[in-house]
């Protein structure tokens, strides 16, 4: 039986459910509602990649790079160094159309363009990656997502997913759930090769955050609900009696 290369999630109990942690190569979606802590769960994974040794490429749509690494930076994810020594590469889609200056590399003029989005992204990923692969965070999909059409979308996906195998590389995709309409979201999550689900529920007057992987090739995995709790060191994930933040 051939073994599955794997890459830790970070978080010990996920990567127990997974045998190990994510397959390596593959394309991952982590898709939620608005304000369900998507953004610190992916961002917690890539820290803990970078510790690791891994290259990454950080893609932004959303927000300046400069805030990201301030936000990180409020959790203990101090990736200025990252960022210096060239480990950490962000390609910035959010800073030109909006008029602000950047410390990115790489530039996406018009993120509302699909081909110059590819364009951009593979010219990072052939000097970032040509020579071991690493991990690339794409936030958001539901910024940009939201004008192009289905067959932009699904060209883009299927791009991306094969990108991730030619650079032997995992892409972790983060989606708000709810931007387009669900005919078009079920293509969105039939392509990676990884789901993970993040949904908000309501106890009472208190709102709780749950995680659970939806789909994960080349993986058994058990069903469940893993509980997210916002900790001032990053997301907690709890399941039954077992709880643990991140990585040692």
Known sequence: MSVINRIET????LDELLTGGFPKPSSILLIGPIGTGKSTIAQQFLWNTLLKGYKAIYVTVDTPPNDIIENMLNYGWDVKNYVMSGQLVFV?????????DTIAHYII???FDPDEVLRTLMLAEHEAFSS???VL????????????SKNNIIKFMERMHAE???FNSVYLFIYNEGVRN???ETFIRQIPDVVIRVSREWDGLVAKQYLWVEKCLKTNYRKVKLLCTPTPEGVKLVYGDLSERGTD
Do not use: C, Q
């Open 10 to 13: 970070g978080f010990k109990i």
């Open 92 to 100: 910035d889609g959010f800073s030109p159309r909006v008029g602000l």
């Open 109 to 111: 003029e018009n993120p």
């Open 132 to 134: 071991g692969g690493g």
């Open 137 to 148: 965070l794409f936030s958001h999909l539901s910024t940009i997502m939201f004008t192009w």
């Open 164 to 166: 991730a195998r030619k």
């Open 182 to 184: 669900p005919y078009i």
